[in-house]
């Protein structure tokens, strides 16, 4: 990969509010005209890295590469070519037509205004005759979500972040915003970032995933994340009840600072029936609650519900008609105690 | 009772007949109220803005300079005028005693504060989320002024017309600094305050209608502007 082939470098990003470390990056490289997906849980530092990479927020310490030049953060450079729609998008109080075109009048891009709006609202699903002139109160939850997307899609950014762009809409906008952002990238090559907790939808519509979680990007592709509170049995031993009596042993961090361990999905086996009793081994009787479909690599994620834990195995099409499953279906996930990594 | 509703009828025939004593003190009040008005937004708003936009060292200090100035006895501000642009006054030279220019000098020290508190709180009260979304859709920090002043437009409107009710209705700095010389620096309130003492309470009441249609009118045209 060539350094004009990406889009974004980051270098020992570190960034702070107060005295807390929010995100913690060492190296992370995104690729021009791919599509990632942010997975991770509340508070993980999504809407964080998606605010460095838009140049809102200056990292406390480390460098952002934009195409190969360090940029820093609110630079009128870059200003121009990348936009973010953050999870609750703020409208202006002025008409739906007003707040599409802001960012094209502020570029002095007045040139058939009103076709480019048209288009623009036709990308994500509205009729300009209906919503043009309507204001911004005058809108439903999903509505306000599709008119903050047209007004950064009607700019062709080279960058398109989207923090949570689904959380509040129904399907059918859930399908049309996909649609949208699959056709920035196809029509004028941009490159998107999208944090998201629908991962059904992430999956549909993303190029690769990457795992965030305590500002620590850890992993391409979902894991794992069990976090406490833990009983220590013994020195060598941390426990983890899940419900229903059962319970999953992990070997016990050293330093035993650490809050919470990876399984990688890669060292979780599911059968179908227990196996006989082996030391160090953990059996866990759940049922399959999602598959979801890797667009790239044809691979199945299947979400199982372990009482009120949820677990991701990566599955071949193979394992799938092998052994039937189906979501609803129980099955057993063994990994060994020794296989965690701690966080 | 009699006497108020013998008041009333009175008062309304002062205004019809085009009585020149009572007009010339609404004209004055307006003239003066107006002025006062627009020199405390232009140095309110821009002073409320980077005080509710910005931190910096010493702002809660200032805060409260500001809000104690919020409570400025009307009176107070008027000895203090009238202490300054007197003859012995360090703008002595200037003639502005008993002027509608140094009634208006003390109006806008009274509504400066109102005016600057309000944009302040208004702005510190912006969505946290518009400063972002008007960064990633590409403003500069012009754009990011003007753009936040707009949406909190009714905020300011709202201040504005709090300073001007407040300067509206004061009689302290108008009677110390004006001099109530009619045809001249009369203004509705001192000269309500001088038609009641002269027990003239026709005259008094036709100027408080008066007084009280013009904060009708004031607040009407707000609600109006809400609506646009």
Redesign the interface.
Known sequence: MTKTDLAYHLQNIQHYYGNTKVLDINDLKIEKGSITGLIGPNGSGKSTLLKLLAFAEKPTRGHIFYEGHRVSAFSSSIRSKVTLLTQKPYLLKRTVFENIAYGLKIRKDKKNLENRVKRALLNVGLDYQTFASRKWHELSGGEAQRVAMAARLILKPEILLLDEPIASVDTESAGLIRDASLKARDSWGATLVIASHDLQWLYSISDKQLSIFKGNIFSTGMENIITGPFIKTNKKIFVKKVGAGQVIALKAPVPNTYTAAIIRKENISIALEKQPDKNRLNQLSGHIVSMLLEKKSGHIMAAIAVHDLSLILRLTPDQISSLDLFPGKKVILTFLSNDVEWI | MDFIVAGFIKALELLISGDSSTWTAVWATLKVSTCSMLLSIGAGLPCGFLLGYFDFKGKKHLRTILDTMLALPTVFIGLAVYAIISRQGPLGDFGLLFTLTGIAIGQTILAFPIVTAITASTIENI?H??K??L??????KR?IVT?CL??VRYGILAAAVTAYGRVLTEVGISMMVGGNIKYHTRTITTAIALETNKGLFADGIALGLVLIMIAFIVNLSLSFLRKQ
């Open positions: 969505d989320d518009l972002l979304t960064v990633t859709l590409g403003a500069g754009h753009t707009w949406e």
